[in-house]
């Protein structure tokens, strides 16, 4: 439904060189925009203090990384299938906050999750760009990216939507 194939995966598996050794930029960006968000900042704010949780913030972001460098892999397995569907438990109040501890919001809110594909990969652009690689190469590498995220965050999707309905 996507239109994702084997040049989304080519294009994907290139921008790994472009984007690994940028991968702590990047997060830099992406922090940045949620941080100004504060609906989105929210989602990290212990709801005792009603601050930024900082360790919860810092091991997201590890995780986030990695998560850059597993897009860019594009490695369509089982365990990649697994991780995509806990990463949507760990966005979904059944399992928010529980790897790390945290005490902030419960539940992302489902609104939240397809809308942010739009700054995940309108971001990356800069960075894939900044290599010289020709326009034709970097706008497929985005385009790869764009469809990426999309899958991803439909699986993502998994906990919220009501059994038999996926």
Request: charged fraction near 25%; avoid cysteine.
């Given at each position: 439904?996507?239109?994702?194939?084997?040049?989304?995966?080519?294009a994907?598996?290139?921008?790994?060189?472009?984007?690994?050794?940028?991968?702590?930029?990047?997060?830099?960006?992406?922090?940045?925009?949620?941080?100004?968000?504060?609906?989105l900042?929210?989602?990290?704010?212990d709801?005792?203090?009603?601050?930024?949780?900082?360790?919860?913030?810092?091991?997201?972001?590890?995780?986030?990384?990695?998560?850059?460098?597993?897009?860019?892999?594009?490695?369509?397995?089982?365990?990649?299938?697994?991780?995509?569907v806990?990463?949507?438990?760990?966005?979904?109040?059944?399992?928010?906050?529980?790897?790390?501890?945290?005490?902030?919001?419960?539940?992302?809110?489902?609104?939240?999750?397809?809308?942010?594909?739009?700054?995940?990969?309108?971001?990356?652009?800069?960075?894939?760009?900044?290599?010289?690689?020709?326009?034709?190469?970097v706008?497929?590498?985005?385009?790869?990216?764009?469809?990426?995220?999309?899958?991803?965050?439909?699986?993502?999707s998994?906990?919220?939507?009501?059994?038999?309905?996926?």
């Open positions: 439904a996507a239109l994702f194939g084997a040049d989304d995966v080519a994907l598996r290139r921008s790994k060189a472009i984007l690994e050794p940028r991968v702590n930029d990047i997060l830099d960006v992406w922090y940045g925009f949620v941080g100004s968000k504060p609906f900042l929210d989602q990290f704010t709801r005792s203090t009603h601050q930024p949780d900082a360790d919860y913030l810092a091991k997201v972001r590890v995780r986030f990384g990695q998560w850059i460098l597993d897009s860019a892999e594009a490695q369509y397995d089982e365990t990649w299938l697994r991780w995509q806990e990463i949507g438990r760990r966005h979904h109040r059944v399992g928010k906050n529980k790897t790390d501890g945290a005490n902030a919001t419960a539940l992302v809110p489902f609104s939240y999750l397809v809308p942010l594909a739009q700054p995940i990969v309108q971001t990356l652009r800069p960075f894939l760009e900044g290599t010289g690689e020709p326009s034709s190469v706008d497929a590498m985005q385009d790869a990216w764009r469809k990426s995220v999309l899958l991803q965050v439909t699986l993502w998994f906990p919220y939507i009501v059994e038999g309905d996926f």
